[in-house]
């Protein structure tokens, strides 16, 4: 019977959270997971289910117009469903010690948590600064930029927080703008299901290297200057998983596209490449470097995507090139390197069960247990 401090998660989809969920009710913890992701689902990724509760009823008509009609007035659908979900959670919140929750989507039921129970608001962020990504977004004819809405909800939930819960170093440095929110701040990376993406057989090596993708075709992804890099190097062959976004994807005979697969068909993905890039001009923390990581693939990936904050060990860091975002040259010349590296040698070392151990989702529950608990002023 868990005897910790009682935590309320809420979210909308997956996302990380449900890892978090999982992982905490293993470390005894007393969890409600508040998510619109059906009980079946959440089940299969590990969640007991006393931990779950469904908001779906709640926001289904609203959530198949964004996911099949998603052209159909995306800011008021986006309103609607964050309506919808707060409301849903107020209605169905259990008592609490500590209210965890996704930035930009949960004010007024955090608000509720507060009030009913005393609890600690912790605010999920897993990009930048909600101005710093609009800055960065600004500078990208085309891309999709937050809405009005958004970035008010977000600046409210950063003062309304206890603990503003950001996933790397490179995001933490985006709130130097913000002095109050950045107190706030507590670092800590996303970890990866070593069951789902076990680590790979080393390929021989290859003067045709195949580079994955996996993630929106989009512009803020840096796909313009992920296509220039391949196109550049007649060597390299590109590998796309996902969707396809605000950018339109290469008709070219090095660039192949497979359609958004379950996370769980992702090391049959992996298994076709040689090494993995990521040219993000903002992100978070991409959870798909740590897969590619712990698959074993060598990376590539911008100083925007959170890759330097997965370099738990000296292998780690042999393993992952961190090159600067929004530099094409710098990206060409990285892809290059790798190229060369993966023709001729040496070869990458292998990861040691230390190494793939430190990318686990147990070890980031751990962490983020031991900062609710400071939070609450509990020992750790």
């Excluded at 989507?105 to 507060?114: D, K, N, P, T, V």
């Excluded at 933490?172 to 701040?185: E, G, I, N, V």
């Excluded at 796909?223 to 590998?239: F, G, N, P, S, V």
């Excluded at 040689?274 to 990376?299: C, H, K, M, W, Y």
Aim: glycine letters at 6%.
């Amino acid at each position: 019977m868990a005897t910790g401090p009682r935590i309320a998660l809420a979210t909308a989809g997956r996302f990380h959270v449900l890892d978090l969920a999982r992982e905490l009710c293993q470390l005894g913890e007393d969890v409600h997971f508040y998510s619109y992701v059906p009980k079946s689902r959440a089940l299969r990724y590990g969640l007991p289910a006393h931990a779950h509760v469904g908001l779906l009823s709640s926001v289904w008509p609203w959530f198949g117009l964004q996911r099949f009609v998603p052209k159909f007035a995306p800011q008021r659908v986006d309103a609607a469903i964050w309506a919808g979900l707060n409301r849903a959670v107020i209605r169905k919140l259990q008592p609490c010690d500590v209210f965890v929750c996704m930035s930009g989507i949960y004010l007024e039921a955090a608000a509720e948590a507060r009030r009913r129970y005393g609890a600690r608001i912790v605010l999920i962020r897993g990009s930048k600064h909600i101005l710093a990504q609009d800055e960065i977004l600004a500078r990208t004819p085309g891309a999709e930029r937050p809405s009005a809405l958004a970035i008010e909800r977000e600046l409210a939930g950063y003062q309304l927080a206890d603990r503003i819960a950001v996933p790397s170093r490179h995001v933490a440095r985006s709130f130097d703008r913000d002095p109050t929110a950045a107190a706030k701040l507590m670092v800590n990376p996303y970890g990866v299901d070593l069951r789902l993406f076990p680590q790979l057989p080393q390929r021989p090596r290859t003067p045709s290297p195949t580079l994955v993708f996996a993630g929106i075709w989009c512009l803020r992804k840096g796909c313009d200057l992920l296509e220039a890099a391949i196109r550049a190097d007649e060597r390299l062959q590109l590998l796309h998983v996902g969707t396809l976004g605000d950018y339109p994807f290469p008709n070219h005979p090095r660039f192949r596209h497979v359609p958004k697969v379950d996370q769980r068909e992702l090391t049959t993905i992996y298994a076709q490449a040689d090494a993995f890039v990521q040219p993000s001009r903002e992100e978070g923390l991409s959870n798909v470097i740590t897969q590619a990581v712990a698959s074993g693939l060598p990376v590539l990936c911008t100083d925007a995507t959170g890759g330097e904050d997965l370099m738990h060990t000296p292998t780690l860091h042999e393993r992952i090139a961190v090159i600067p975002a929004e530099d094409g040259d710098a990206l060409a010349a990285g892809l290059s390197a790798l190229a060369d590296r993966l023709a001729r040698g040496p070869d990458f070392p292998p990861l040691t069960e230390e190494d793939r151990q430190a990318l686990t989702w147990t070890a980031f529950a751990r962490r983020y247990s031991a900062n609710l608990r400071r939070l609450l002023g509990l020992s750790v």
